[in-house]
């Protein structure tokens, strides 16, 4: 349990720093680039690591896909925007911080 906690603590930080990135990254199509996913293990404020990824976005909905074949699919959730559910429904909000959305 523990360790699926840990995975969508990661998932959700991944997408996050993704969507923050995703600006500064080269487009390959117009709803799809390719970019860096860092890992942020559960309760830690730094990453652990990085790997190459692919942030796709196709009418709200954003898909992750790590190089190592790990993927996040995060459907929009309620009425405000930025609020997403991952394909397990764990909710997964946006953190603010000066200019960049973690």
């Known amino acids: 349990m523990t360790e699926q906690i840990v995975g969508i603590t990661q998932g959700i930080a991944i997408a996050l720093s993704i969507i923050a990135l995703s600006a500064l990254a080269v487009p390959v199509s117009a709803d799809t680039?390719?970019?860096r996913c860092d890992i942020y293990p559960k309760g830690?404020?730094?990453a652990s690591g990085s790997i190459?990824?692919?942030f796709s976005q196709r009418q709200g909905y954003i898909?992750?896909?790590r190089e190592d074949s790990i993927s996040h699919d995060l459907s929009p959730a309620g009425d405000t925007?930025?609020?997403y559910v991952d394909q397990s429904g764990h909710r997964v909000y946006p953190l603010l911080t000066g200019d960049?959305?973690?």
Do not use: K, L, M, S
Request: net charge negative; proline share 11%.
């Open 33 to 35: 680039v390719n970019a």
């Open 63 to 65: 898909r992750i896909e």
């Open 52 to 54: 190459p990824c692919t």
């Open 100 to 102: 960049i959305i973690q």
């Open 44 to 46: 830690v404020d730094h």
């Open 81 to 83: 925007p930025g609020n």
